[in-house]
T-cell receptor, first 110, second 114 residues
Framework: GENVEQHPSTLSVQEGDSAVIKCTYS??????FPWYKQELGKRPQLIID?????GEKKDQRIAVTLNKTAKHFSLHITETQPEDSAVYFC?????????FGSGTRLQVQP | DAGVTQSPTHLIKTRGQQVTLRCSPK?????VSWYQQALGQGPQFIFQ???????QRGNFPDRFSGHQFPNYSSELNVNALLLGDSALYLC?????????????FGPGTRLTVT
């Protein structure tokens, strides 16, 4: 089955800096790669996603890149703000179920 | 437009008991997936229901079962509860007509087994 690895497990940045979270996947059948943000005690919230026929997608301060050959994808957050502090999960979807990474705890220091 | 809803919010059960969790999908969605999220970990796929049938199943024992109703709502049943079943149970809904299978999560049910 699919295996998704996510790094780093924790990330601390100063407000205004950029943050990058990286994930790798194993199943070449995966064609959809969403990113979720989960604040403490709340539901995972879909923040951006990318399909396998696209190499990059941007939405305001958030961007995701995908390298199908290397089987890795990354989340980039620019101009970080304290409200960006949360746990971020990457996921891959080889068929219908989402396989999640282990999460990255992002802390933005004011 | 109502999002995904789940009930109950919290539940405390004793080892060996049985539990039923409920999920109503987002309006317009016809597919429901269930995930188990242990503390500090990413969600793990339990199973997915579409057209009232289990369409795909993750690596969970038969103690975990489910059902989908004609109105697309779903139930997750867990029998013979173990301490290790303590977790946040998340329901996610999606629309089968979208090729990307975007999934939207409910607030979850926090299950504690003592």
């Amino acid at each position: 089955g699919e295996n998704v690895e996510q790094h780093p497990s924790t990330l601390s940045v100063q407000e205004g800096d950029s943050a990058v979270i990286k994930c790798t996947y194993s199943d070449s059948a995966s064609n959809y790669f969403p990113w979720y943000k989960q604040e403490l005690g709340k539901r995972p919230q879909l923040i951006i996603d990318i399909r396998s026929n696209v190499g990059e997608k941007k939405d305001q301060r958030i961007a995701v890149t995908l390298n199908k050959t290397a089987k890795h994808f990354s989340l980039h957050i620019t101009e970080t703000q304290p409200e960006d502090s949360a746990v971020y999960f990457c996921a891959a979807n080889p068929r219908r179920a989402l396989t999640f990474g282990s999460g990255t705890r992002l802390q933005v220091q004011p | 437009d109502a999002g995904v809803t789940q009930s109950p919010t919290h539940l405390i059960k004793t080892r060996g008991q049985q539990v039923t969790l409920r999920c109503s999908p987002k309006s317009g969605h016809d597919t429901v997936s269930w995930y188990q999220q242990a503390l500090g970990q990413g969600p793990q796929f339990i199973f997915q229901y579409y057209e009232e049938e289990e369409r795909q199943r993750g690596n969970f024992p038969d103690r975990f079962s489910g059902h989908q109703f004609p109105n697309y709502s779903s139930e997750l049943n867990v029998n013979a509860l173990l301490l290790g079943d303590s977790a946040l149970y998340l329901c996610a809904s999606s629309f089968s007509g979208k090729p990307s299978y975007e999934q939207y999560f409910g607030p979850g049910t926090r299950l504690t087994v003592t």
